[in-house]
């Protein structure tokens, strides 16, 4: 899918302006800027991640300590995502799993070594998502977003409008 990139510099309510863009309405937990996935539709069962090749390889037997901040996307002037939903979490992989225009989209994996089996529901602060895990591969990317299938995830209607149902969250301070 196509990931959003928010921004403070740029004028107040921009498409990806923070704190108020054309999704949500948040302030960074850190710094200026944050990310931002959906991480559940209903039809068609759609997922979007963002991904970083790592600098080096995980070494096989390490344990990695992960975490970031989420918060559930909601309150910009276009309610297009009213939903909060739980699977939001880190994906270690060996290959670029990245989603070129046209192409079908990935199924989930239904596997995330750090994430967050509740569903994440503050839409004023930051949940922290934290974990540690022994890598089994030299994994070489990182993934964040909603690795879970649609029933393998709980979700919480924020509200009910006449379109789809659709999850996002807002991700800031990776690590």
């Known amino acids: 899918g196509t990931p959003d990139h928010f921004l403070s510099c740029l004028p107040y309510g921009s498409f990806n302006g923070v704190p108020l863009?054309?999704?949500v309405f948040q302030y960074p937990q850190d710094g200026d800027c944050y990310a931002g996935v959906i991480t559940y539709r209903e039809f068609p069962?759609?997922?979007e991640y963002f991904m970083v090749e790592l600098l080096e390889p995980l070494v096989?037997?390490?344990?990695?300590?992960?975490?970031?901040?989420?918060?559930?996307g909601f309150g910009g002037p276009q309610p297009q995502f009213w939903l909060?939903?739980?699977g939001i979490g880190m994906i270690f992989t060996m290959q670029s799993r990245q989603w070129e225009l046209n192409d079908p989209y990935p199924p989930p994996l239904n596997f995330a070594q750090?994430?967050?089996?509740?569903?994440?529901?503050?839409?004023?602060?930051?949940t922290l998502v934290s974990g540690s895990f022994v890598a089994d591969s030299a994994y070489r990317y990182v993934m964040l977003?909603?690795?879970?299938?649609n029933?393998?995830?709980d979700t919480l209607h924020f509200a009910n409008f006449n379109w789809l149902p659709q999850g996002y969250?807002?991700?800031d301070d990776v690590c």
């Not at 750090?114 to 930051?126: F, K, L």
């Not at 977003?145 to 299938?149: Q, R």
Request: aromatic fraction near 20%; charge should be negative; proline fraction near 4%.
């Open 145 to 149: 977003g909603n690795a879970f299938d």
């Open 45 to 47: 069962e759609v997922r």
């Open 60 to 72: 096989v037997g390490v344990r990695y300590y992960a975490s970031f901040y989420a918060s559930p």
């Open 84 to 86: 909060a939903s739980s």
């Open 151 to 153: 029933a393998s995830t």
């Open 21 to 23: 863009s054309y999704w």
């Open 169 to 171: 969250m807002v991700i």
């Open 114 to 126: 750090v994430y967050s089996p509740a569903i994440i529901t503050d839409t004023v602060g930051w």
